[in-house]
């Protein structure tokens, strides 16, 4: 439904996850029973979540262990893991940072060149795990380093920016820009590709061949795209958006390619209401920046927070009060959704009565805004329960 923003000017309206709420269905299941896998390409994953390709998200180690507990970890390959050799130094030197000067000195640390002997040692790391590799190139930069990557072991490709389309226009002769579709046919493995937030984007990137599209243009916590470029659209509208696209595509080559909600995720019930949109998968960052083995230090920050002239994105405090396994799989301390992440959307799709994803993405919404105010004065008056969601993350970011 349109409205009217001005003369001449209408709108959709678009919605976030705390606009909406996931009904109950008139059956109800044992969780024990629901079935959370997925798969792309020829890999089988238990858990329907990736680990954002930040660098205070995931190093070799956290690929590893998220890995063995049945996730999928994506390692930025222009990070500080490739332009470093001690990467952990300056991991430190970031954490220290004064607020007012954070940016800048990202800055300058990530003007370092990346350096292609590193883009192998990393991934030779990760593989010595025994786990599936999955690492992120931008497209500026991916034709220059993916064939050193595929020959080190990589086993998926995310070619990933904050928008990437099908159809990138560029006068200058010496950038040519990259066609994804024929780059997507020729790498011989899986390729992500993303973000996008529409239905006729994301159905332009599926035509490239890609085996999972990225959906989400800001809404992570450490992104500030929303407000320096002014564009983006709400989480649970554009996933259902591109998961439309996703039926037509598949109607279209009886193709099914994966959709991936990326970011705007703080705690089981986004998890579950990401899903219920239409996603088959996750993938997340500022929740596993929460953990004890994060390379974050405390801290979090998006792929474009350094960027050279224009950064979108800030450092962000994060609260390390869990294991990455106790955020994944549980057990929870808290009360507020931050912990068991796969507990919540389990118990959330057993509760409803849904079986596995693909029913699950099926589940009746209602537009719902009083879902996180109705009957929980006292939870927000004392800071506790869905009162707390953030409290934390502000005092250590202030």
């Known amino acids: 439904m349109e409205v009217e923003i001005g003369r001449g000017k209408k709108a959709r309206r678009a919605y976030g996850f705390d606009d909406i709420a996931i009904v109950p269905s008139r059956r109800t299941r044992d969780p024990d029973d629901v079935d959370i896998s997925w798969t792309l390409g020829p890999y089988r994953f238990e858990l329907p979540l990736l680990a954002s390709a930040m660098d205070g998200v995931v190093s070799p180690d ?17 990070g500080i893991w490739t332009r470093y050799e001690d990467a952990d130094e300056q991991l430190e030197r970031i954490a220290s940072l004064p607020k007012e000067i954070a940016t800048r000195e990202m800055q300058r640390i990530y003007s370092e060149p990346v350096k292609p002997h590193l883009i192998e040692q990393r991934i030779r790391e990760i593989k010595a795990h025994g786990v599936v ?9 991916v034709r220059t380093h993916y064939e050193l990557a595929l020959e080190a072991g990589l086993d998926i490709l995310v070619v990933q920016g904050t928008v990437v389309s099908a159809e ?17 046919g020729e ?37 500030t795209t929303r407000g320096v470029l002014g564009i983006g659209v709400p989480q649970a509208t554009a996933i259902a958006d591109v998961a439309a696209a996703r039926s037509q595509h598949m109607l279209e080559t009886g193709e099914y390619v994966r959709v991936i909600a990326d970011g705007g995720m703080r705690n ?21 920046a929460n953990a004890y083995e994060a390379p974050g230090r405390g801290y979090h920050w998006g792929m474009a927070t350094f960027h050279a002239s224009l950064p979108r994105g800030a450092r962000v405090g994060t609260t390390q009060n869990g294991t990455l396994e106790e955020i994944l799989v549980g057990p929870a301390r ?14 959330s799709m057993a509760t409803c009565g849904y079986k596995d994803l693909a029913e699950f993405n099926r589940a009746e919404l209602l537009v ?31």
Do not use: W
Not at 168 to 184: G, I, Y
């Open 62 to 78: 956290t690929a590893a262990a998220l890995g063995a507990l049945g996730g999928l970890a994506v390692l930025n390959l222009e």
């Open 334 to 347: 808290e009360n507020d959704g931050v912990f068991n992440l796969m507990g919540a959307l389990r118990t």
């Open 133 to 141: 590799v999955a690492a992120s190139l931008t497209p500026q930069r």
């Open 168 to 184: 990138h226009v560029s006068t200058d002769e010496s950038r040519p820009p990259l066609n994804l579709k024929e780059f997507a």
């Open 368 to 398: 719902a805004p009083a879902l996180q105010t109705e009957g929980k004065q006292l939870q927000r008056d004392q800071a506790v329960g869905m009162g707390s969601n953030g409290k934390a993350v502000e005092l250590v970011a202030d």
């Open 268 to 288: 089981g019930g986004d998890v579950s209401k990401a899903i219920a949109c239409g996603a088959d998968a996750v993938m997340v960052g500022s929740p596993l």
């Open 187 to 223: 790498v011989g493995v899986p390729v992500i590709v993303g973000g996008c937030a529409s239905y006729h984007t994301g159905l332009h990137l599926m035509r490239t061949g890609a085996a999972g599209v990225l959906v989400g243009v800001g809404p992570g916590a450490a992104c």
